[in-house]
């Protein structure tokens, strides 16, 4: 699997982090590993199984630890961190270095971080933006849109009409995340983040009038950077011999890097409003997600409990 990295300079604007020392620009320092590391053990003396792709943070205890150590078991330890080289080593609590930090760090040509955060929010807001950044991820041809807080992946053949369908639903107050390329990233076993890249952000493609700016045109409050998959809609032409789905008991799923969802397959023909049907069907999905299901009910009430599993 590709191998993906996230720049020092990216992560202390995100983490509104200053710099101590830094060997080159920050944008230059890359982190490939989405685990952030509090190194009490290596201050100890024990070094194995340490993993050295881990930004290594060192809060309160860490720091009091240290003081209360000579200044030669103190040299002693800390040069050993340093000597592991980890992509960076943030100081929390608005702690300024120790002297034996900077020419360590110096020595090294390891990068020294502080924040005025605590430790325990620092590493949560690392993880996070780490795990958004470092996310195993694929790009899919299609749209992306927010419709009634569910996002909804709109996939198709070119020109069946998915960006027609995602301007209907943004005049209808819904949001665009990301026309024709979307991004999509596994942030947790169950969850796929789906945006848009950053140079086509905010832009969808009309046949025969062109290139628009949602945000220009409709306002901020028509776009959204990213959001996570609830459903995924496909459209196709209509195709008159096929049978299509008219009852919704069975649900279809759609694997997305391991993850599946809910798939709906919709067909396609002249004078069907699919923003409607797309906003039926992000309703229909919330109201299945907490345990309710019509086709259910209506079979249960016709007594047909033994086709269905209730």
């Given at each position: ?41 290596v ?14 943070i060192l809060?309160?205890?860490e ?33 300024e ?22 430790t ?5 807001r ?57 991004e999509?990233?596994k ?11 950053a ?111 209730l």
């Open positions: 699997m590709e191998q993906f990295y996230v720049t020092l300079e990216k992560l202390a604007q995100a983490a509104d982090l200053t710099v101590a020392y830094t060997p080159a620009p920050l944008r230059d320092c890359k982190v490939a590993s989405a685990e952030v590391h509090r190194p009490g053990l201050l100890a003396g024990y070094y194995q199984y340490f993993d050295n792709k881990r930004i290594q809060g309160l205890t720091f009091s630890y240290l003081k209360d150590l000579s200044p030669s078991a103190r040299a002693a330890h800390l040069a050993k961190l340093f000597s592991f080289k980890p992509p960076a080593i943030l100081l929390t609590h608005g702690m270095p120790m002297p034996e930090m900077l020419a360590l760090a110096e020595r090294y040509g390891v990068p020294l971080l502080m924040s005025d955060e605590e325990s929010g620092m590493l949560s690392l993880v996070s933006l780490l795990n958004v950044e470092l996310a195993p991820r694929i790009t899919r041809h299609g749209v992306l849109v927010e419709v009634y807080g569910e996002g909804i992946l709109i996939l198709g053949d070119s020109g069946v009409g998915k960006s027609e369908t995602a301007i209907e639903l943004v005049k209808r107050g819904h949001r665009l995340i990301a026309d024709d390329a979307v999509l990233r942030t947790g076993p169950h969850n796929i983040l789906g945006q848009a890249p140079n086509i952000r905010h832009f969808i493609e009309l046949r025969g009038i062109g290139i628009i700016n949602v945000a220009r045109m409709f306002g901020v409050g028509a776009v959204k950077n990213s959001i996570e998959i609830e459903l995924v809609v496909q459209l196709e032409p209509w195709d008159r011999t096929k049978n299509y789905d008219r009852t919704g008991l069975e649900t279809e799923m759609y694997d997305i890097l391991g993850v599946k969802f809910p798939s709906l397959l919709i067909p396609v023909m002249p004078g069907r409003n699919l923003a409607i049907v797309l906003e039926t069907a992000a309703i229909n999905n919330r109201t299945k997600e907490m345990g309710y299901n019509a086709a259910k009910e209506l079979l249960g009430s016709l007594g047909l409990q033994d086709d269905i599993s």
